[in-house]
């Protein structure tokens, strides 16, 4: 394609996952021209193989685990799990069978030209998509998100194993499961197959599943995961994988086996930067992210969102960036991204909420560490929970600021109760403010109030 036949816009944004779609809506609302690329569907990972199937799964198998507590609380109820109706709840209301035409009209809709194909960056502000090349005024967005790692194990590109993909896609629940790695996929797809009734394994490498997360919230999962079934192997790694008789078999470092029907990976994912062309910008495509200033500027004229920017996969944080992202492009001064109180939740049963810094992270900075720690079956609102009542709520302060540098809210509806803990970070609340505030009783929230009682013994 010749110069002349370049067609010239405003802006190229590269994947329309939930951080692309949000900077390229935000960029036409300000009535820029938008060219939005996607090879795969739009929406990303987030709406078809991650986060909302994820949760529909998530959802069911927690009905499952609350049916199977009937009998302690309110009679008798005989429980035959069957994946079948998430199955078809993914397809019918989630993905739409995996078809995405709502969402391009929707991005056409607000005057977007879209594109199908995978995008080339070929000069700095040029972009080639097949035959066709874009010419970007203002600049190119890079939101191409993330993808699975996979583990150099010896034999594990022999056997047919599975991502996130295929078993959020599964229509039966295999009779056994071999899940690598126990962070956020492995743990909630590891606990709902097991609740519907597959006998699960987990390979974790690190002494405690979930390790970035507090210890205590570790050994708490480890508890109900092994109550769920759920044969885990911490400290150990997989050495070598081969067929077996009926599904993969994994040999650990410690002479160990672990085998099953199906073989789930889910050992962390990797930008998706090959083949983009980021040489141009001087930016490395082996990179394990690509590094942006905290305006998302990663080169000039080039800005980076989301899972490509290494700082944390969430489809929260996504959106986040891309706001400040447009708003940068858009020349509207704002005060650029800030991470302090960066939210998180895994949801397990029971769900792990986090924000901000775990004690050892807050340690490795040089804080002054003071924690309180609650637990929820030991507050009001636990007790009359009864069954499925595990959790705790972690508080971490710095002493020389009085205030809340991170905080863990693990348990029934954990999530939600982190939303105060969010705040307090987020703002910088004073301990102090936090132990005069009224707490309504009796809710899990006021599991914050124990934890501040904590705190101050630590003090
Ligand atoms: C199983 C699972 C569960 C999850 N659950 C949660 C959750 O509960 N909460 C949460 O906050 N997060 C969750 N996440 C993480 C969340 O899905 C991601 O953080 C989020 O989707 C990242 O958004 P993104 O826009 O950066 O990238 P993506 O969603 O990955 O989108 C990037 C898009 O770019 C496209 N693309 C890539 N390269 C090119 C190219 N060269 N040309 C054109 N298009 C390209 C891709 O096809 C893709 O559609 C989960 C993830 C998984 C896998
Ligand atoms: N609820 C949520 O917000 C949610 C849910 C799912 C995924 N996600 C995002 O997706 C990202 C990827 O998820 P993930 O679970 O794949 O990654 P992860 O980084 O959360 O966890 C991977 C785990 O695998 C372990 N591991 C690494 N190599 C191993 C090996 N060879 N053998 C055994 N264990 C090994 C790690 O110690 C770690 O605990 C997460 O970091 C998260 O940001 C978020």
Redesign the pocket.
């Known amino acids: 394609m010749t110069e002349h036949e370049t067609q010239h816009t405003d802006v190229v944004v590269?994947?329309?996952?939930?951080?692309?779609e949000t900077a390229a809506s935000r960029l036409l609302e300000a009535g820029l021209g938008v060219v939005g690329?996607?090879?795969?569907?739009v929406g990303?990972?987030?709406p078809y193989?991650?986060?909302v199937p994820?949760?529909m799964i998530v959802r069911a198998a927690g009905t499952v685990s609350e049916a199977r507590r009937v009998d302690q609380l309110a009679g008798s109820a005989t429980v035959r799990p069957d994946v079948a109706p998430v199955a078809r709840r993914i397809r019918a209301e989630a993905t739409d069978g995996w078809d995405d035409t709502i969402a391009v009209e929707r991005f056409e809709k607000l005057g977007g030209q879209f594109v199908r194909g995978?995008?080339r960056i070929e000069a700095p502000g040029r972009v080639r998509v097949g035959d066709q090349v874009f010419a970007a005024g203002r600049g190119v967005v890079l939101?191409?998100?993330?993808r699975p790692a996979t583990p150099p194990i010896p034999g594990l590109d022999t056997v047919a194993s599975w991502t996130?993909r295929e078993a959020?896609a599964a229509e039966v629940v295999p009779p056994s499961l071999v899940v690598l790695g126990g962070g956020a996929?492995g743990l909630e797809l590891a606990q709902a197959f097991a609740r519907f009734g597959s006998s699960v394994t987990v390979v974790e490498a690190a002494e405690h599943v979930l390790p970035a997360e507090e210890p205590e919230v570790g050994d708490l999962l480890a508890e109900v995961l092994r109550a769920d079934g759920v044969d885990l192997r911490l400290g150990r790694r997989a050495v070598r994988v081969t067929d077996g008789a009926d599904g993969p078999v994994v040999d650990l470092d410690d002479g160990s086996r672990a085998d099953g029907t199906r073989l789930l990976v889910a050992v962390g994912r990797r930008p998706?930067l090959d083949?983009?062309g980021l040489e141009h910008y001087d930016i490395d495509p082996r990179g394990r992210a690509v590094p942006v200033d905290e305006q998302l500027r990663a080169a000039d004229g080039l800005w980076a969102?989301?899972?490509?920017t290494g700082v944390g996969?969430?489809?929260?944080l996504?959106v986040y960036q891309a706001e400040v992202a447009a708003a940068d492009i858009l020349a509207r001064p704002g005060t650029g991204a800030d991470y302090a109180a960066l939210a998180r939740v895994t949801?397990t049963d029971p769900e792990v909420g986090s924000v901000g810094l775990s004690e050892a992270a807050a340690r490795a900075r040089g804080v002054d560490v003071a924690t309180g720690v609650a637990p929820v079956a030991a507050s009001s609102r636990g007790f009359i929970h009864g069954p499925g009542n595990a959790g705790l709520v972690k508080l971490v302060a710095d002493r020389a600021t009085g205030v809340l540098v991170g905080a863990t809210a693990a348990g029934p509806v954990g999530g939600e109760v982190l939303s105060m803990l969010t705040l307090a970070v987020h703002a910088g609340v004073p301990v102090e403010d936090l132990r005069r505030m009224h707490y309504a009783y009796p809710t899990f929230h006021r599991g914050v109030l124990d934890a501040l009682a904590g705190l101050a013994a630590g003090r």
């Open positions: 590269i994947g329309l996952g939930p951080g692309g690329i996607e090879r795969e569907l990303g990972e987030c193989w991650g986060c994820s949760k995978s995008a939101a191409t998100g993330s996130n959020i996929i998706a083949g983009l969102i989301g899972d490509v996969a969430f489809t929260h996504a949801f």
